[in-house]
């Protein structure tokens, strides 16, 4: 078959969605299948560029491309959702959070009291709604995606879990003293919270906190402000070997985000043999921990989070007995490439 994947990019910013799609794409082109990957840009603001990417991707029609007849249209975004074609399915990352699950919250200010903000929420969830109807069929990338889905639109789907990158190339070694957090440095990654634990910490443990983005300035005056720089250390950019060793040896695995779509690092985390701390309204990773067997899933307040980091230090046989615990749950999940693509293709 031919096969085109449908998405959208933020220019210069690579994450797991770029990730994701790539990975797609391979795996269904070793199925033997043509497959092309088609990304146009997006804007987050104005509303009117919003609108506007709305539009024409309404008005793509994919079911000939240059005379070439393309059998299967995979979506993986919005408002990629919007282009026509009769053979299309969705995988979704997720919506556009700002007018679903992140409205008239913190992460949203005062968009969602503007007049502007509830007409693009109006549009946006109207077209959803209408444009998801019409799918041949309708995935997910987490039960956390299907549970907005169906909530907001009202509109069943199935999860399909996919594996990170370099899913066969994660290892472990004896642990050293510190807690790992790899991810983008952005609001909803929340890696304040393990700052502010940090200062709660009695035992020596230390945290390393990986990865660039907007929200370095502010962290790294948390740091100064808090009197933190011998216990918490931003290490940048890694490369991928080094957040595989930055894995292999550390304790535990941090990951808190706000009402996360998937998280690649809980699974990361679970493949080195590590256990992992998350929130209890940090979204899919809650999914994954089970809760005192492959890790701790704790409110998010700092006094809680450093007791936890402070077991993990004291108590290593169990933190290592819950690494192995998080492995086998890992490959008892059926979370492979090939399961994802039969679906999509069937």
Not at 248 to 275: I, Q, W
Not at 281 to 293: A, I, L, Y
Request: aromatic letters at 12%; hydrophobic letters at 40%.
């Amino acid at each position: 078959m031919r096969i085109a994947i449908a998405t959208v990019q933020v220019p210069f910013i690579r994450g797991g969605a770029e990730i994701l799609a790539e990975g797609l794409m391979q795996a269904i082109q070793a199925e033997g299948h043509s497959v092309e990957l088609i990304a146009m840009p997006f804007r987050f603001a104005p509303v009117s560029e919003i609108q506007r990417s709305m539009k024409i991707w309404a008005s793509e029609n994919f079911e000939s491309l240059n005379g070439y007849q393309c059998d299967r249209v995979i979506c993986l975004k919005f408002p990629a959702f919007y282009l026509q074609h009769p053979n299309k399915v969705a995988w979704i990352l997720h919506q556009h959070r700002s007018v679903y699950d992140l409205w008239d919250t913190e992460f949203t200010g005062d968009f969602s009291r503007s007049a502007e903000g509830k007409q693009l929420k109006q549009e946006i969830t109207e077209q959803d709604t209408k444009s998801l109807s019409t799918f041949r069929g309708v995935y997910t990338i987490a039960k956390t995606v299907s549970r907005r889905l169906q909530k907001f639109n009202q509109i069943a789907s199935t999860p399909l879990y996919h594996p990170p990158q370099f899913a066969d190339q994660f290892y472990t070694k004896p642990a050293e003293p510190y807690i790992f957090f790899p991810s983008r440095l952005e609001t909803l990654k929340r890696q304040d919270l393990l700052i502010q634990a940090m200062r709660f910490v009695r035992s020596p443990m230390v945290a390393l906190i990986g990865g660039e983005g907007g929200q370095q300035p502010y962290l790294q005056n948390l740091i100064e402000e808090f009197g933190l720089q011998q216990k918490v250390r931003l290490m940048g950019r890694l490369t991928d070997a080094e957040k595989l060793s930055f894995y292999a040896h550390c304790t535990g695995v941090f990951f808190t985000p706000y009402n996360e779509d998937y998280g690649y690092v809980t699974l990361e985390a679970m493949l080195s043999r590590k256990p992992v701390i998350t929130c209890t309204d940090s979204g899919e990773p809650v999914e994954f921990v089970v809760n005192g067997q492959t890790g701790w899933i704790v409110e998010p307040e700092p006094k809680a989070i450093a007791e936890k980091i402070d077991q993990l230090y004291e108590h290593s046989a169990i933190a290592k007995e819950m690494g192995v615990a998080g492995y086998d749950r890992y490959h008892a999940l059926n979370i492979s490439w090939s399961n994802v693509v039969q679906n999509l293709l069937s």
